[in-house]
């Protein structure tokens, strides 16, 4: 949304950077919104913006971001209540008050800064995500056996997931259900089903995903796919997940 006030390069408005502040490391800190007004600057993303009010507002202000591109996942936010990137947000595609908070889901450290590594690994380890290579493949001359093209290509989109937590945090069904893996995983699961060196079975991937905090917890909300900002296709994979488990007659 844009209220009107500003150019087509954003700058020339006030803007109100509203924030929900809370440290959890420090007793007696409670949850609270502080607001910070700032002069929009052309071209200004809410990193600039949250960069500007900690050089010369805030020096404790709490958030994260490593690359500023969109690749490193870390910036994850509540933009105006919807899971976004705040290093590829730009101010002018806003109104001047903008309301931030973290991200639900992930355990808090403190402001906008959430541990999303943490809950992402316990995922990846639940669902051993990575290669578990055949016997044959084992041997290393062989492990850069040819792969078609367009199987590849397949595999490369499904990988360009940055781990953000933008699909979790969007997902309903995961803030009711703490050990539910979210469509990031479900995504990994589709990924590895894809790859030709990976041995193992439709029965050993619907061990793991085959319940209530895997495939069947999904409610088809497709928060995920409409807030995920690589695009990747979610409501297909989860649809190919759902497809295999009723041809294989389990449900
Ligand atoms: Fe982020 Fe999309 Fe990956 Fe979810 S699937 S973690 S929203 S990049
Ligand atoms: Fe959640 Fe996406 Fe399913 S929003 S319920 S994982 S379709
Ligand atoms: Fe890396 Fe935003 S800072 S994705």
């Known amino acids: 949304m844009?209220?009107?006030?500003?150019?087509?390069?954003?700058?020339?408005?006030?803007?109100?950077?509203?924030?929900?502040?809370?440290?959890?490391?420090?007793?007696?800190?409670?949850?609270?919104?502080q607001t910070y007004p700032i002069e929009e600057a052309h071209g200004m993303t809410l990193f600039m913006a949250l960069k500007e009010i900690r050089e010369k507002q805030d020096a404790s202000l709490q958030f994260d971001f490593v690359c500023r591109a969109g690749i490193c996942g870390s910036c994850g936010m509540m933009?105006?209540?919807?899971?976004?990137?705040?290093?590829r947000t730009l101010t002018r595609n806003?109104?001047?008050?903008?309301?931030?908070?973290?991200?639900?889901v992930f355990e808090l450290i403190g402001d906008l800064s959430v541990n999303t590594g943490k809950w992402l690994r316990g995922m990846s380890e639940r669902l051993r995500t990575w290669v578990h290579m055949k016997e044959e493949e084992i041997d290393l001359r062989r492990t850069e056996a040819r792969m078609e093209p367009e199987l590849a290509e397949k595999i490369y989109e499904l990988e360009?997931?940055?781990?953000?937590?933008?699909?979790?945090?969007?997902?309903?069904?995961?803030?009711?259900?703490?050990d539910f893996i979210g469509a990031v995983g479900l995504n990994k699961v589709a990924r590895f089903k894809l790859d030709p060196r990976d041995r193992r079975t439709d029965e050993d991937y619907y061990e793991i995903?085959?319940?209530?905090?895997?495939?069947?917890?999904?409610?088809?909300?497709?928060?995920?796919?409409?807030?995920?900002?690589?695009?990747?296709?979610?409501?297909?994979q989860i649809a190919f997940l759902r497809r295999r488990m009723v041809k294989m007659g389990w449900r």
């Open 209 to 236: 995903v085959g319940d209530d905090d895997g495939v069947f917890g999904c409610m088809s909300l497709l928060g995920c796919h409409d807030v995920c900002p690589k695009d990747l296709p979610l409501s297909s």
């Open 79 to 87: 933009i105006n209540g919807r899971p976004t990137l705040a290093c």
């Open 160 to 178: 360009r997931c940055i781990e953000c937590g933008c699909c979790v945090s969007g997902c309903g069904t995961a803030r009711m259900r703490e």
């Open 2 to 33: 844009n209220d009107g006030a500003n150019n087509n390069n954003g700058g020339n408005r006030k803007l109100n950077i509203n924030v929900l502040r809370f440290n959890p490391q420090e007793p007696g800190n409670v949850p609270r919104m």
């Open 94 to 104: 806003l109104d001047s008050e903008i309301t931030l908070a973290p991200l639900p």
